[in-house]
């Protein structure tokens, strides 16, 4: 069937999120959505301070220059989703493998925590459970059935929201139509209040993110690795007035 | 065999057809089966239908692991976004904006995300309580609530005098504002002062002061950010907590790559590099309490230049008579150049629009500078043009147009001199955090010692609910009734509804049901002018105005249909967008004042200007109590979970101190020690501290935090144009400890990178 062509491991989807630094203001909108969607355990100040934070995605920022011409500027991160992932190869169990739509993905209940993936990643992006996660009660009840808790001693890291991918290509499947562009959004891009982020498939030229990749403005980050980044960037601009 | 022959054949009911359809037919067998025909035919009226009951029973509106989704309205700050709610088995998972409302389409800030935390948070109050162990014990009895009603509603009827009720409340929703003003107009007391901590720093009743004088409404304006070329922002962190975060956000993010061509200029005048200004193009340290001298010194320049394409400046020239251009140039720290450049750039773009924000509110001469701002509009003729100003859309009917005003810190300070007088007996608290928000030197602690009753209605035991005699938990947003016109609003008429998106997790009861169940335990006139049965029938027939509407983007042919879609798409809008054009009065044909800013403090002995601003991430601290904001990093200086003084390098360094850190800050009103963080971004005679944190009460997740309130250096003192608080009038000296405090913070100050990676 036609639509089953959709989801066999065979198609051409690389999923990719653009992110305009233009657009980027720092909000933290994402960080806390991602949060919520994804079952991120609190470490509380002393851990945060040891750098034991969870983050999947995080705002950098950088000063330029000193006062008063000082600038600051933003760049969200998060896993790059790499072509050619220096984390997968480290990996003594295969817990992080590569999939057919060019997520980098986890296993979580593969996973030994030997912490070598986070070691290899070249962005920072992977993080580690240093302890069993902490929901006081009632706060179990935020928590998203679509996503497995994790439990200390395992490397998680941002999936593009890989439960709302599936469910997207799950419902366009059972109606049987064609998965729109624009219909997968994850949670950092559903709300990122100046539509600074955009998801996408690179494989289909028509693709708003495809559109976007094209941009004269569009770089990745650490290209120079050969890592093959999934997260294409937009250069935040000057203006010349 | 025909086509009927071989339906009938294929039929499962074949063999009976054939059985009871003889050859021959005997009047007998017609009857017999004609009696038959009528048993199988007439079913539906006559035959019961009987459900299996299962042992366990699921609330009946859910299916299984089945999402469903409700619209409501985020009551995070007071801008009135729309939200969805993704429920999944009677439980709240997921917060997102409403794709559908005119406001935000679809976005929603961090603060909006960490919403379920209110609702799961588990420091909430589980039942109406008394403190048994006196005010301040924190020994909390549980109340049957009728009993709770009871005791308030004898409480007010054994009132000496109706004036001796009072009532302080944050930006709630509509409804309860309107209630209780009924209940105590019938009273015959004072209606409810509406004063909080983020309106004060946003500037929210001078802002509608300022569109009393310049537009003749007090509806606040809306500026078009998104249809602008130059935005000159003067101390509106309007990417932040400012107004309406969300929606001005969308509007930046398609002034930047929106289509238009270029991707603008937005210049930010502000003594603090803000997250905001760190996405401006310029960011320019004026002077505190100078914002107003460079836009007087802006329109100076563009009516004697006559520059950009408006044609004559010269019914404008009288605003700009007594100003001089070098001395607004020394007296703000802004070079001349920078002032000519801005303005050619400001007049010559086809679309420009100048903001006046709420640190300049929060200034003595607060009023005097954002009639300059706004004047500015006027010079370029941008008001009421795409681009420009224009006002928000007040509700579409005469009851929804009753918005809650906010009033000025002075009325706040004339009920604290009555509670301090022993002019009130009765003090309900809903929505604020008094206690918290107020300047300590206000004396309110003293106040409220001196009130023999006090009543909270707050979801958490915050630092005001710890000095109430009984709390009334009200319950948390996503499980309550409500309306709200957005102030400011969308490019339509807009009007937001709230409704439960899940049942009430504890034995809470909403703050209008308690209006009106006290209303209609007193009798009388209170019971004649609140009549309705519970919140929902007071919200449904408010709402049912709008039915029949010809604006709107929906109709239904009924009430009930009209009041069902209204839950549905969480409220209404105008299905076209319709903006509101302000008209000029006569403020804009007289001299625009020009006053200096007064400060507290003698600067010989306290050298700095404090900055208290609000934070992106707890705004004015009601966000303290929700972990997920918490461990968010503070987008300028990375830190969580702290609180932290913002030192130029050069300040730094001519005090001994770095990052880390410990200062004490002294004010003539109060003192705090907080660690410090060295900040590029700030004039070196500034002080800048984030509100939000130093909770003695307000949960675990508040209370975890080692840091300070900055409101305790805060002087009292207003803006004698406005009667508004002026937060940023007040002036510190530092003095190093050598003590140290390590902040958490995202960003690696050595360069070494996180330990997990190390």
Redesign the interface.
Known sequence: MATDANLSVENDRRWVLVV?L????????C???C???NNIP?????Q??????M?WI????Y?E????N?????MPVMCQQCTEAPCEPVCPVFATYHNAEGLNAQIYNRCIGT?FC??ACPY?A???N?FQPEF????T?????DVTVRTRGIMEKCTFCVQRIRRAEIDSQAEGRILADGEIQP?CV???????LVFGDLGDPDSRASQLARSHRSFRLLLELGTGPGVIYLKG???N? | MNRDEDTLNNNPLHSTFKETMPKTLTRREFLKIAAGATAASGLAPAVRSIVIEPFVQPPEEVLPGQATWYASTCRQCPAGCGIIVRTINGRAKKIEGNPLHPLNRGKLCARGQAGLQVLYNPDRLKNAVRQSGGRGSRQFEPLYWPEALDLLSDKIAALSNAERIAFLGGLMPSHIYRLATRLFETLGAAPPVIYDLQSALEGRSAASQLSQAFFGAPDLPVYDISQSDVVLSFGANLLETWMSPVAQSAAYGAMRQGGMGSRGLFVQFEPRLSATAASADEWIPVRPGAEGFVALAIGRIIVEERLGHVGSHRTQAVLYQNVDVREMAAASDVPIETLHRLARAFADADRAVAIPGGYLAGQRNGFSSMLAVQALNLVVAQVGREGGVFLSNPGPTAALRQNLPVNAFDEVIDLIVRMKAGEIDLLLVHGANPMYELPAAAGFAEAIARVPFVVSFSPFVDETAVWADLILPDHTYLESWGYQVPSPGADRPVVSSQQPVVRPLYDTLAAADVLLGLAARLGGKPAEALPWEDEASYLEETVGELHGSSLGAYDARTPSGFWALWRQYGGWWSEKKIRREPELTEVVQTPLPISDPQFEGDPEDYPFHLYPYSSIILSDGRGANLPWLQEAPDPMTTVQWGMWVELNPKTASALGVSDNDIVQVESPYGMLEAPVVIYPGIRPDVVAIPVGQGHQDYGRFAQAVNGSNPLVLVAPVTDPGTGALAWGATRVRLKPTGRKQILARLESLDGNGRESLG
Not at chain 1, 141 to 145: A, D, I, S
Request: with cysteine; aromatic share 10%.
């Open positions: 305009d233009d657009r980027c203001t720092g909000c933290q909108a960080v806390v959505a949060h919520a969607e609190v470490v509380g100040e002393k945060a301070a040891y750098g034991r934070w983050h995080i705002i950098q920022r000063w220059g000193e006062y008063p000082v600038k600051a500027r933003f912490r986070g070691s920072k992977r993080i580690y240093w006081p009660e009632p706060l009840e935020q928590l998203n059935p949670a559903q709300t990122c209040p100046t539509s600074a601009g000057e203006t007035v």
